[in-house]
């Protein structure tokens, strides 16, 4: 461990020293800018900051090797309530959160005092994960870097919102947001402890008649109000009886409180816990029936309104619940109602739907075997059969005037002709909890006077969709979840009361939140190393300097002189501008989908025009520890700090590489680390056996194939990389070539021939981008210089490829794996192996179907004509009719290109390839090796196996 320590030390200061990852436009030569979302700054990175950054990592040193001149910047967000919260919790003196600090994120008690000031805790953790960051290896150009509160960003974003205001994507209205009553600030998913990526969501209030008021009802199906049976109350649920714009309402008293910041005027006239009201009845205000009201243990009064209508043939939960209480009715005893009211209760059927009888929820309960209501696969019913009723489900005769129409087209009529007549109402709520940076449950707020991206235009969103259209998304799966994004997003609260960051230009009371000013920063690092190198103050960056940088507005001489900035230096930053943009490659975890990757597109679609929109996006998986989602507070988490010291960078990278790739979740174990560890430092010796002892120069068949191989290789490994799938390429360059060269070890049974050094090189080249520092030393023993990480990446080399002898090589390993399987099946020990190749007349056979097959599927009885031409084959008929059928599945079943290969290779010697092998055989089986032609009359072959012999597999024999 400490040899690779002392490894990634040297050759990271060597990088450094040669400032090889500093990049500066060159006229004439490609560039490749890739970026990563800058990390939050309210702990160390982790294990997930590092599966994508390895990522893009790769990506750059394999572009920077291909000859891109590669821009891989950096920065740190300090932005909105993360940083801010916990320095409150820190105040606070709240032990839970101040001793995963010390334990996990290894901080000095003498720093956590410091952490009351929440700067302070932003320049703590940046400077711990820069340092973090470069013992990783990444190739980051350092010049570039910044964070989110620094004058000089700040000033970048208030022209990015000036400049949206004056397009009309920033607008001022009344819209319902995620709220902290605590913060009194709408709280993005960014500024959440808990619930990320919830939405604020309208439910229809069905108002049912209940005495001398309502119970207004929340639903997210209000065509279910025809098939009713009861209501549900929670019976030690706090409600009250309220007047809500002059009606009064029964509802709990946290929908209460909630309805207040939802523009309703509220009275509270009595509060009582539910219990008071069960076993009372209500009126259904469609049909006028009296309904009975029971206990609802599982009702939630933070929920909605708190109270539930009962519709038991379409929801799995309430036919549950009923269910429950039929069973077991002693639980009804204490609020007066008899058993035989309830056991009266029965489902009432208003949905038809397909592969359904009468009641949905009864069915789906019983098939998928649920106990009770507590049944977790309650929740999984609940939510499968509402997607199907909702799409495919048409109302019965019992909805009256919307019998016959289809759930999905009538729903909105609906809601508009009950709100019409009265009997409907709605408010918005939280489908989930969602808990503040400060630790305050968040509320819906309908907002007036607050700032909205108007993401819901739909001018803007086709823009989006042609920038979706025009770009390359990897996975390409992972396209369509994008344009399903843009469809349903509406307005963003961007701006909040409290927290870090950038104040809007006209309004400054509001601060940019946390989101939203991470949209188009990546612009900022064209121009950052110009600011920090020339010690451009903040002030100076007005409007006007931006409009020139990014637009080519004005005289470049006039700004200069008014602003006091170099004319030179302004003209130098707008060309890095244009020679930097678009961004080549974005990255990022799919958590990021519904929000930051897709607002990344809505503002370089707002402020750019398309030959500077994205060109690639790539998503990846959520990392995951030991099988379970990443938590600090339940101790689950690793930082990237403690991984790479305790088994050093190149294997850290290797083993997140090979974790996983598209959307899949990686899963860091510790057990799978320590082996990619310990094959490294087996990958080094075996690699140092080859630069100490291959000096012969002999070239024979074994060196033809492992150079052959290589070349196929260096396709594989270049095409996953391009596409993003670093597992694939990893594996690849990793594990499928050392395979390679082991086969030729163990073939050989030493590794002498010159040729090798020429394979290594190749090898650890390819290998470069996913363990940089071990490459970088064997490629200095190697007696190569300067860097193999600006050195050429490797290309296929046509004259090298030899698909014969990969064939015939393949040929052995294949006798060798039947062999095997043979005797593991026998349970027999050989002394005597004896191999019979197929006979010509198989072959010719072989060769007809297979080139037939070049131009489509192959026809079976057209080809048993076509063989029946050729006179030899015809004296032996019975015997081709078989073998064509045997030969035509398998070759229909064979991707095109392998037929074009076995083509192009003809007719093996497959006598000579395993004769030339046979001491190497017996060696392997110590046992007695013979090999015959199928129709060789002097054959050993006491079972007759000779005529099951066919090209690419002869038969075996084993005593």
Request: glycine share 4%; net charge neutral.
């Amino acid at each position: 461990m400490e040899f690779l320590k002392q490894v990634e030390e040297k050759w990271q200061k060597a990088w450094e020293q040669a400032k090889i990852f500093e990049a500066d436009p060159e006229k004439g030569k490609p560039k490749c800018f890739v970026t990563f979302p800058y990390p939050y700054m309210n702990g160390p990175l982790h294990m997930g900051h590092a599966f994508t950054a390895t990522r893009i990592d790769v990506y750059a040193r394999f572009k920077r090797m291909q000859g891109f001149n590669v821009l891989f910047p950096w920065a740190w967000h300090w932005t909105g309530e993360t940083i801010a919260g916990a320095s409150e919790r820190i105040k606070q003196g709240d032990q839970s959160f101040i001793k995963p600090l010390l334990e996990i994120d290894g901080v000095p008690e003498e720093e956590i005092k410091k952490f009351v000031d929440p700067f302070y805790i932003a320049e703590y953790y940046t400077r711990e994960s820069r340092e973090v960051a470069r013992k990783a290896g990444f190739s980051i150009d350092w010049r570039r870097e910044f964070h989110t509160v620094m004058p000089a960003f700040q000033k970048f974003i208030e022209w990015q919102y000036l400049r949206l205001k004056e397009k009309g994507y920033v607008i001022r209205g009344t819209h319902p947001v995620v709220w902290c009553p605590r913060c009194q600030s709408p709280t993005g998913d960014h500024d959440r402890q808990e619930g990320e990526g919830v939405a604020p969501e309208e439910y229809t209030l069905i108002k049912f008649e209940f005495e001398d008021a309502y119970l207004p009802a929340a639903t997210f199906r209000p065509e279910t109000i025809y098939g009713v049976t009861n209501m549900w109350i929670h019976p030690d649920g706090e409600y009250v009886k309220a007047k809500v714009n002059g009606e009064t309402w029964i509802i709990s008293r946290k929908a209460a409180e909630k309805l207040k910041e939802q523009k309703r005027t509220v009275q509270i006239l009595e509060e009582f816990k539910g219990r008071k009201i069960i076993g009372k009845t209500f009126r259904s205000p469609v049909d006028g029936r009296e309904l009975l009201i029971l206990p609802g243990w599982f009702v939630d009064p933070n929920h909605a309104t708190g109270v539930v209508y009962s519709v038991p043939a379409h929801a799995p939960y309430d036919w549950l619940a009923l269910k429950d209480l039929q069973e077991n009715p002693e639980a009804l005893a204490e609020f007066g109602i008899k058993p035989e009211q309830v056991r009266a209760i029965k489902p009432i059927s208003l949905i038809k739907l397909e592969g359904f009888g009468e009641y949905p929820a009864v069915e789906i309960s019983e098939r998928m075997k649920i106990k009770n209501q507590h049944d977790p696969k309650a929740e999984e019913a609940t939510k499968t059969l509402y997607k199907k009723e909702f799409h495919a489900g048409v109302l019965k005769e019992i909805c009256m005037e919307y019998a016959g129409k289809k759930v999905n087209e009538v729903k909105e009529q609906l809601i508009r002709d009950f709100k019409q007549r009265g009997i409907a109402d709605s408010m918005y709520d939280l489908p989930q909890p969602v808990v503040c940076r400060c630790l305050t449950r968040c509320i819906v707020k309908v907002l007036e006077d607050q700032w909205f991206l108007k993401y819901s235009d739909p001018e803007w969103k086709a823009k989006v969709k042609e920038a979706l259209n025009r770009m390359t998304i990897y996975p390409e799966t992972a396209k369509q979840w994008f344009f399903d994004v843009v469809d349903w997003l509406r307005e963003w609260a961007c701006a909040r009361k409290t927290g870090m960051g950038t104040p809007l230009p006209w309004s400054k009371e509001w601060i940019v939140e946390t989101l939203s000013d991470s949209t188009v920063y990546m612009a900022f690092y064209t121009i950052n190393k110009h600011i920090r190198q020339h010690n451009i103050p903040s002030e100076k960056l007005s409007p006007e300097v931006f409009d020139y940088i990014f637009y080519g507005k004005g005289s470049p001489s006039r700004i200069a002189e008014k602003q006091g900035i170099d004319q030179q230096v302004l003209e130098q930053m707008r060309e890095e501008f244009l020679y930097w943009y678009p961004v080549d490659l974005r990255n990022s975890a799919k958590e990021l989908v519904p929000n930051h990757l897709t607002f990344f597109l809505f503002h370089h679609t707002a402020l750019f025009p398309p030959e500077q929109w994205p060109r690639i996006i790539a998503v990846n998986g959520m990392l995951m520890i030991e099988g379970d989602k990443m938590s600090k507070s339940k101790g689950n988490f690793v930082t990237m700090k403690n991984a790479i010291e305790t088994y050093s960078a190149d294997a850290t990278r290797l083993a997140l590489l090979l974790a996983a790739e598209g959307m899949d979740d990686p899963d860091w174990r510790k057990e799978s680390v320590q082996d990619v560890k310990n094959k490294l430092e087996a990958f080094y010796r075996f690699a140092e056996n080859i630069i100490q002892n291959a000096s012969e120069p002999k070239t024979g068949h074994m060196e033809k194939w492992l150079l052959s191989r290589l070349q196929s290789k260096i396709e594989k490994v270049t095409e996953n990389i391009e596409t993003m799938k670093t597992r694939t390429a990893a594996e690849c360059a990793f594990f499928e070539v050392w395979n390679d060269f082991r086969w030729y070890k163990r073939r050989k049974g030493k590794m002498k021939a010159e040729i090798l050094k020429e394979a290594l090189k190749t090898w650890l080249r390819l290998l470069a981008p996913f363990t940089p520092h071990i490459c970088e030393e064997l490629w200095s023993k190697m007696g190569e210089k300067p860097f193999i990480s600006t050195t050429e990446w490797p290309k296929p080399d046509p004259t090298k490829m030899d698909l014969k002898t990969e064939e015939t090589e393949n040929l052995i390993q294949s006798i060798m794996e039947d062999t095997f399987n043979i005797t593991k099946a026998t349970k027999i020990t050989p002394k005597k192996i004896c191999y019979y190749v197929a006979s010509a007349w198989k072959w010719k056979v072989y060769r007809k179907i297979l080139e037939k097959s070049l131009a489509g599927k192959i026809e079976h009885g057209a080809m048993i004509k076509e063989l029946m031409k050729d006179e030899e084959l015809k004296k032996k008929a019975k015997h081709v009719v078989a073998l064509t059928s045997q030969i035509v599945k398998e070759i229909n079943q064979m991707p095109m290109e392998k037929r074009k290969t076995f083509a192009a290779l003809g007719i093996i010697d497959e006598k000579a390839v395993i004769t030339e092998a046979k001491n190497f055989l017996e060696k392997g089986f110590n046992a007695k090796v013979e090999v015959y032609m199928e129709d060789d009359s002097n054959r050993y072959d006491p079972k007759n196996r000779a005529t099951l012999a066919l090209p690419y597999r002869p038969a075996i024999y084993i005593e």
